[in-house]
């Protein structure tokens, strides 16, 4: 395979988390290799990150609520906001759980943003 071209492999559409990817390292201008799963760690543990502040978040808001009933504020637009917000996250989570099926969207892992259609790497940008 060393004199095929990146472009001339067969697709893969169903991805496993050790399913081994081509990256190119800028910081040591050297190719090399990354699991699927090694990749996508930094993206579970923000996706974590994310939910644990939603629901601190949440937390405060119902806190201030409950003061800011007592002030006869309508403070309803807020809490829609937060519920809203909750309900991204839980989807943003239901879309990571489903990603070795085809992952779609953009990722950005420290200065790299990585961009994949149906479960294909299509482009990374620094």
Do not use: C, H, W
Request: charged letters at 15%; glycine letters at 4%.
């Amino acid at each position: 395979m060393a004199d095929t071209k990146v472009s001339d492999l067969n697709s893969i559409t169903v991805v496993d988390n050790n399913d081994v990817l081509y990256i190119v390292d800028t910081s040591s201008s050297a190719s090399k290799k990354i699991t699927y799963g090694n990749l996508l760690s930094g993206v579970n543990s923000n996706i974590t990150t994310l939910t644990n502040d939603v629901n601190t978040y949440t937390t405060a808001v119902l806190e201030f609520s409950a003061v800011f009933e007592e002030a006869n504020l309508d403070i309803g637009p807020l809490q829609a906001d937060v519920l809203q917000l909750s309900t991204n996250v839980a989807l943003i989570s239901a879309e990571l759980d489903s990603r070795p099926e085809g992952v779609t969207g953009s990722f950005v892992i420290e200065t790299s943003t990585f961009e994949f259609i149906e479960g294909q790497l299509i482009t990374v940008t620094s």
